[in-house]
Structure formats: structure tokens, C-alpha cells
């Protein structure tokens, strides 16, 4: 049974139900592939998990500087063998055995999925892990809004046009307390930033699977940016 998948999020679109008719919201995201970087065990780690990776990152070219989007010697020597360091050396010389690498290409997303699983270093996951009607959770990055006020924040009504309110109609009034205990408590809604989030979204289901183009359609909508990637595990709660 999956655990879950790596994506990226494409687009709303909507479906129609040949049976019934009815319309359904759909979210098309792409699923894989990812290639499986690490097996945590209970045993050595002291946790089950898995740790995934999708989208292939670009090495760098010649003699150019390294720029942040290009893969680094330690992120390549993280999934090959072929790049070697004085620490693996010693290891080796010393008889220990070093951990089998997936031997692929260096990744963009990379995220550690817990649960036991039978998958293998350097296997490789599409859209097929998952099956149609799967209650699945889709976590992602909310869209950043920056700096917002209160209103737009947390949705608050305003305070009166009329009657005494002289240009602060969008302020959120007093925040404070009297002389005890004469400050504001923690968390109190006020203006901040809004968005760019970590937002889990539960108990999803899968409406189809494309499994020629690696596309998820999931009924519903999911946290993120149209080219946002997202998480996707089996729902914990159904």
C-alpha cells in the first residue's frame, strides 16, 4: 500500500459524472515521477520512513560560478556513488558498510514521508501508487499575501461608518488590557504577515488517475500556486 508521493500542482479544472451528471471540482496535479532516496528504519534510525525526491535538478556547466538553482557536489554525492568523500573513505577502510544510494539524478524536492514501507532504494514512483477513490491528505504552500491588515487577515467586519468612528473604519480597535494584566495576550489577530503557509488539506479523494502523463485528479482544492509542490499521503483521517 502507498504511503504517498511528491507532486506538483497544475490547475483547477472540472469533470462531468456520466452517470449522474453532476459537475465535480477537480485539482490536476503532477504526481512523479519520484525516485525513493533513503529507507529510515526503526532499527538504525530509530523511526520508519521513507525519503523521496521529484523533479531532477541541473548540474552545474563548465567553469561557471554555481548558482543556487544548480545541484552541488553534496547534493549529487547524497543520491551517487561515484562521488566519493573523506568520510566515506574512512568508513570504507574502517569495514563499515556505507548505505546504498539511488543512483540517479540530484532532486529539486526532496521530503521524508513516515510509515513502513517494502520500497526499495532507487525505486522508482508515478501516479499509479495511489487508487481511484483513496481518501489521500495534500499539504503544500498557501500563497504568500504579504503584509495584510486585520480584515482581510482574519476577515474581521470593521468598525462603524458612522456615529463617532472618524478614519480608522478598517483598525481593529483596542488590543490591550486595563491595569491587570496591562498587556496583550500572545496570539491575539492582528494585522502580519498572511499566507505562505504550511496547510495540510485532509481526506481528499482521488477521482482519477492518468497514468500515461503521471496526473493525479483529486476531487476538491489543494493549498498552492498553480506550479506549487505539494505532499501527498494516504489520509489518516477518514
Known amino acids: 500500500m502507498a504511503i504517498g508521493i511528491l507532486g506538483k500542482k497544475v490547475g483547477m479544472t472540472q469533470l462531468f459524472v456520466a452517470e449522474s451528471g453532476d459537475v465535480v471540482p477537480v485539482t490536476v496535479v503532477e504526481a512523479g515521477p519520484c525516485h525513493v532516496l533513503q529507507v529510515r528504519t526503526l532499527e538504525r534510525d530509530g523511526y520508519d520512513a521513507v525519503q523521496i525526491g521529484f523533479e531532477d535538478k541541473k548540474r552545474p556547466t563548465g567553469a561557471r560560478r554555481l ?3 544548480k545541484a552541488r557536489r553534496s547534493e549529487r554525492g547524497h543520491v551517487s556513488s561515484k562521488i566519493e568523500s573523506k568520510r566515506s573513505k ?3 577502510a574502517a569495514g563499515v558498510e556505507l548505505a546504498p544510494k539511488a543512483e540517479c539524478e540530484p ?3 526532496v ?3 513516515r510509515g513502513s514501507s517494502e520500497w526499495t532504494v532507487g525505486q522508482e514512483l508515478k501516479a499509479d501508487v495511489f487508487a481511484e477513490g483513496v481518501a489521500i491528505d495534500v499539504t503544500g504552500t498557501s500563497k504568500g499575501r504579504g503584509f495584510s491588515g486585520a480584515m482581510r487577515r482574519h476577515g474581521f467586519g470593521g468598525q462603524r461608518a458612522t456615529h463617532g ?3 480608522c473604519h478598517r483598525a481593529i480597535g483596542g488590543t490591550g488590557m486595563s491595569a491587570f494584566p496591562s498587556r496583550t495576550f500572545k496570539g491575539k489577530r492582528m494585522a502580519g504577515q498572511y499566507g505562505n503557509a504550511t496547510v495540510t488539506t ?5 477521482h482519477a488517475i ?3 502523463n503521471n496526473l493525479l485528479i483529486i476531487r476538491g482544492a489543494i493549498p498552492g500556486p498553480n506550479g506549487g509542490y505539494v505532499v501527498i499521503r494516504e489520509s489518516n483521517k477518514k
Open 67 to 69: 548558482r543556487g538553482s
Open 107 to 109: 532532486k529539486k524536492f
Open 165 to 167: 468612528v472618524k478614519k
Open 90 to 92: 574512512k568508513r570504507q
Open 111 to 113: 521530503r521524508e514521508i
Open 202 to 206: 485532509r481526506n481528499l479523494k482521488v
Open 210 to 212: 492518468d497514468t500515461e
